[in-house]
């Protein structure tokens, strides 16, 4: 019986790896020898649902599973639409977190013959012995139910037998977890299972070895929590720095959890946090079942700041008892830390979450299909959703896409703003001007915001440094192979070794670097930033 399984991405990356399913092969090649010939199908959410159905077809298999997230069930079931049109004897089916969480939902689309609810390597055996010995799709859409994994170590690694290739991608998604601890009432992950189970440290130090020699250069550790457990947790840290120096590497961690032996392993090779800070106020966060101390959060993140770690935080806007002017406290409280980047997300009310289940006594009105948004709260009402929305917009676009985390402070701090005030205003900015070239955006809004204070001269300068910094960013970064002559009112070298020399007052930079003209070529020496003066033709 040949079996597609189909994992649909946001877009190609290193992280669109299609781990799930390979999961679900190597459990069915264990389990099931070759009775079963289980194949991996990617597809993309912004393709045509008849491309994804041509590329499944073309395999000619009985049955395909989606694996189903909030993200992708649009484009599944159009794809499972067409894959019925086309073959009415196939049998479809859905699994993973969203035909899970609305298994009903899910069901009731006539192309989905029946779900697989939970973690599906044990289960989804035991349908295909089943549908091998003649059962019915109807008989297994009456059969199926949760069954997690009690032991991770009986489940053979993709990675290992040959089921992944992680070098075809460029990146790995990493599991040493299941389970998490938390019951936050917005996410689904601690739901249907109970504690968290681990990955045999054998097996991760195999994994972490193939991904070593097959040249991998990012991998993302899908744990939830990864800190959660100091002991295990510093054991893997020390298992990573012995084993390698070059591999990017990216972990979710709660700050409570951290110390400073933890940020120091953390520095001992190249990698990123993310922390899911949601709100900066204790009492929105009890609406959600978490707790808030910002005097012990800033006390962690410092930790990671003088160890060199780079983290990035997240924020929720629209939670139950938060407020515009609540989220605009949150979001000048995150950028008070100085993140490597701030993610800012609308709330979703998804099903099977106690969120869900209490939405309506907490006043929340939200979208009943995916991707569930709030729409409105008490106290967040539409039009306020619509102005955090564009303080998110103009997050991501002037400090996450624009790199602006080296000069940032130095503009804002000078120009008495707070964080979010400029956010929105730079969203503003790019819907009445456009940001085709998001560095020169970047440079016009900021002069216009010095010039509206009668200050011109340390809008040209702020000008210079974020051109300085934005072009050497995208160099390094290898977004671009290389740049012509730049136009600079002051020598960007100057000004960079002001600025590393902790030089940190705009008026003071001014006084040290004085405007002199020029064009400056920026290049790459052996991994070097060189900047080059360019005569004036």
């Not at 900015?429 to 955006?441: Q, R, S, Y």
């Not at 702020?462 to 002051?490: K, M, S, W, Y």
Request: glycine residues 8%.
């Amino acid at each position: 019986m040949k079996l597609a399984l189909v994992a649909i991405h946001l877009e190609p990356s290193p992280r669109s790896l299609p781990l799930g399913p390979a999961m679900l092969a190597s459990a069915l090649r264990a389990g099931l020898g070759g009775v079963v010939q289980p194949q991996l199908v990617d597809a993309f959410v912004g393709e045509p649902p008849e491309t994804c159905a041509d590329r499944i077809l073309a395999l000619d298999p009985a049955l395909v599973g989606f694996s189903m997230y909030v993200w992708n069930r649009g484009q599944a079931l159009a794809t499972a639409a067409v894959l019925k049109a086309r073959k009415p004897g196939l049998v479809v089916f859905a699994g993973g977190a969203e035909a899970t969480a609305d298994r009903t939902g899910v069901e009731a689309d006539p192309c989905i013959d029946f779900v697989l609810p939970g973690e599906g390597e044990d289960l989804l055996v035991e349908t295909c012995r089943r549908l091998l010995e003649g059962a019915t799709p109807e008989a297994i859409a009456a059969w199926a139910a949760p069954s997690p994994v009690a032991d991770l170590a009986t489940l053979p690694s993709p990675y290992l037998d040959g089921t992944l290739r992680p070098e075809a991608y460029g990146g790995a998604l990493w599991e040493l977890s299941r389970g998490c601890p938390f019951a936050c009432d917005f996410c689904f992950e601690s739901r249907g299972t109970a504690g968290v189970r681990r990955i045999p440290m054998e097996r991760a130090a195999a994994e972490l070895d193939l991904f070593v020699a097959r040249g991998i250069r990012e991998v993302f550790v899908l744990d939830p929590t990864f800190n959660y457990h100091k002991v295990q947790a510093k054991a893997v840290l020390r298992l990573i720095a012995s084993r390698t120096t070059d591999i990017q590497f990216f972990f979710e961690v709660r700050s409570e959890f951290l110390d400073r032996e933890m940020a120091d392993l953390f520095a001992a090779f190249p990698c990123t946090l993310q922390i899911g800070l949601q709100s900066a106020h204790d009492a929105v966060l009890r609406n959600i079942g978490r707790s808030f101390s910002p005097q012990d959060f800033e006390a962690k993140l410092l930790l990671l700041h003088q160890a060199g770690v780079p983290y990035g935080l997240d924020l929720i806007y629209g939670l139950p008892g938060d407020t515009l002017e609540g989220f605009r406290e949150s979001v000048d409280f995150a950028m008070s830390l100085v993140p490597n980047h701030l993610d800012l997300f609308r709330l979703s009310v998804l099903p099977g979450t106690r969120l869900g289940e209490t939405a309506t006594g907490l006043g929340l009105d939200y979208e009943l299909h995916h991707p569930y948004r709030v729409l409105a709260a008490p106290g967040f009402g539409p039009e306020d959703l619509t102005r955090a929305e564009r303080i998110a917009r103009g997050c991501d676009a002037l400090y996450n896409h624009g790199k602006a985390v080296p000069w940032f402070g130095l503009l804002q701090e000078h120009l008495g703003v707070r964080p979010s005030n400029l956010f929105a205003a730079f969203a503003a900015w790019v819907e009445a001007h456009g940001a085709d070239d998001l560095i020169a955006a970047q440079q016009a809004f900021f002069l216009s915001q010095f010039q509206g204070r009668g200050e011109g001269a340390l809008g040209r300068a702020a000008a210079d440094v974020i051109a300085c910094f934005g072009h050497a960013a995208c160099l390094l970064d290898g977004e671009a192979a290389q740049t012509g002559p730049i136009a600079f009112q002051r020598n960007p070298a100057a000004l960079m070794e002001a600025l590393e020399a902790g030089l940190m007052d705009l008026e003071a930079l001014v006084h040290e670097v004085p405007e002199a003209p020029c064009m400056v070529a920026f290049r790459l020496e052996e991994g070097v930033l060189v900047m080059e003066p360019v005569p004036a033709s």
